[in-house]
């Protein structure tokens, strides 16, 4: 299977890309380049095998499993499933780890690969911690990873095999957790780390500024994994919203009730982002805030990690031309959102996460991902390729004035929404 997708695969895409450069004034040398040391990334350098049959993935440099960075790490491939049809049984063993690690503790953002008892940082709680466990941060997107994963691969495939026993039961304990979470201020959950940055950890002794209740599902951390400043991050409940509506038609009758709680959930949610999360932006137009807390305080930004405001229809929650979408795209792709920088070399969104001024390939990635205009797409793809200092890797974030300047040498996620958005252009130019 690797060396089908690093032979015949990678030799086709690269064909097509050769073949649409001049039309879009892509840049073939480099994008040719990049694209052939990428998109084996995670099949050669990150995927490992599993005794219980299912595929770990770590995330780069980090030698943990971030559920959320794992599902995105091998969506590419569920694209190239006709072509090597051996990445479907990868991709559903890599469902099987997901999916087994939420089950062992469904408030992890990250895991080891071993019970190494490796961790990111101490942290100052009562709550054991089991040695498998990376690092302990509550984020919605962390929950929705697999889903979306199982739902891309049915769109697929048409296969309901992954629908197994073990999904529908660790649905059932996702669900849980998000029914807990509408009621923060009752749940068990805090998160504590002694001598680290602010948005490293949580306020109010580990429970995060106060909130009450919307509808909405509580997170912890946003997808950067820092700190959310408002207790309801929108992108995510959104994400909640995209992820379980599909499932529905599909929930087997012996599940019927969990059927049930997720009409529900699903309701409350889309009523909360409703009330909440439709603010007015600074040019006077109505969009999306970033984050809410039901007290009327609301962030108005973008962080360039998925799920996030610009990624919308790319987690399948609007369509591209839906207008709180347009107007949301319109103040968080300009200087006006805190985290949108542009310099001599690149423009796009950055992160709290990273140095000001460092924008990330992601966020540039995405720009062309949620967009129709072929032409951006190509632009895009220039961008990246031209802006990673000749290290054929596409890193976390770059300094937008200077690209010798970036964090993080091996950063698999950024490299495969690379590879997602080289395989969308030339879907979209062959009419796939």
């Known amino acids: 299977?690797?060396?089908?997708?690093?032979?015949?695969?990678?030799?086709?895409?690269?064909?097509?890309?050769?073949?649409?450069?001049?039309?879009?004034?892509?840049?073939?040398?480099?994008?040719?380049?990049?694209?052939?040391?990428?998109?084996?990334?995670?099949?050669?350098?990150?995927?490992?095998?599993?005794?219980?049959?299912?595929?770990?993935?770590?995330?780069?440099?980090?030698?943990?499993?971030?559920?959320?960075?794992?599902?995105?790490?091998v969506?590419?491939?569920?694209s190239l499933i006709n072509e090597?049809?051996?990445?479907?049984?990868?991709?559903?063993?890599?469902?099987?780890?997901?999916?087994?690690?939420?089950?062992?503790?469904?408030?992890v953002n990250a895991f080891n690969q071993t019970s190494s008892g490796a961790h990111w940082s101490d942290d100052d709680s009562n709550i054991p911690v089991s040695d498998h466990v990376w690092e302990r941060k509550f984020e919605i997107d962390s929950l929705c990873a697999p889903l979306f994963l199982a739902n891309n691969l049915y769109e697929k495939t048409g296969n309901t095999n992954i629908f197994d026993e073990e999904f529908w039961n660790t649905l059932s304990?996702?669900?849980?957790?998000?029914?807990?979470?509408?009621?923060?201020?009752?749940?068990?959950?805090?998160?504590?780390?002694?001598?680290?940055?602010?948005?490293?950890?949580?306020?109010?002794?580990g429970r995060g500024t106060p909130v009450t209740y919307t509808g909405m599902i509580w997170n912890g951390f946003r997808p950067s994994d820092n700190a959310c400043v408002y207790?309801?991050?929108?992108?995510?409940?959104?994400?909640?919203?995209?992820?379980?509506?599909?499932?529905?038609?599909?929930?087997?009758?012996?599940?019927?009730?969990?059927?049930?709680?997720?009409?529900?959930?699903?309701?409350?949610?889309?009523?909360?982002?409703?009330?909440?999360?439709?603010?007015?932006?600074?040019?006077?137009?109505?969009?999306?805030?970033?984050e809410v807390d039901g007290l009327g305080n609301y962030k108005l930004m973008d962080d360039a990690n998925v799920p996030s405001l610009l990624s919308l229809p790319f987690i399948k929650y609007c369509s591209k031309d839906n207008p709180l979408y347009l107007n949301t795209r319109?103040?968080?792709?300009?200087?006006?959102?805190?985290y949108y920088y542009s310099g001599k070399l690149l423009q796009g969104i950055g992160s709290n996460h990273t140095p000001i001024n460092y924008v990330w390939p992601i966020s540039i990635a995405m720009e062309g991902l949620t967009s129709d205009n072929l032409n951006k797409k190509a632009h895009q793809l220039d961008v990246i390729s031209k802006t990673n200092n000749d290290t054929s890797q596409?890193?976390?974030?770059?300094?937008?004035?200077?690209?010798?300047?970036?964090?993080?040498?091996?950063?698999?996620?950024?490299?495969?929404?690379?590879?997602?958005?080289?395989?969308?252009?030339?879907?979209?130019?062959?009419?796939?």
């Open 1 to 73: 299977m690797k060396e089908t997708v690093k032979g015949n695969v990678l030799e086709s895409v690269i064909t097509d890309l050769n073949q649409y450069s001049s039309k879009y004034e892509l840049n073939n040398t480099k994008n040719t380049k990049l694209f052939r040391s990428l998109l084996t990334d995670v099949l050669i350098k990150a995927t490992k095998y599993e005794d219980d049959g299912s595929y770990f993935v770590k995330t780069g440099d980090i030698p943990a499993m971030w559920l959320r960075d794992a599902t995105f790490q």
């Open 75 to 78: 969506l590419p491939y569920v």
């Open 84 to 107: 090597v049809p051996d990445l479907y049984d990868l991709l559903t063993r890599v469902l099987k780890r997901e999916l087994r690690f939420v089950k062992m503790d469904p408030y």
């Open 173 to 205: 304990i996702i669900m849980d957790v998000f029914k807990i979470e509408q009621h923060h201020n009752t749940s068990p959950y805090y998160f504590k780390r002694k001598d680290c940055p602010s948005n490293d950890t949580l306020p109010n002794d």
């Open 231 to 290: 207790g309801y991050h929108i992108p995510s409940n959104m994400f909640v919203v995209s992820v379980l509506t599909p499932l529905l038609d599909r929930v087997p009758e012996k599940f019927e009730t969990l059927k049930d709680e997720m009409s529900i959930l699903l309701n409350e949610i889309k009523s909360g982002i409703k009330r909440y999360a439709i603010v007015k932006l600074p040019d006077n137009s109505f969009g999306y805030a970033y």
């Open 330 to 338: 319109k103040f968080i792709l300009s200087t006006k959102n805190p």
């Open 394 to 432: 596409c890193h976390e974030s770059i300094d937008m004035d200077d690209q010798s300047k970036y964090t993080r040498d091996w950063f698999s996620w950024s490299n495969m929404t690379y590879c997602q958005l080289a395989l969308d252009f030339i879907n979209k130019n062959v009419g796939r």
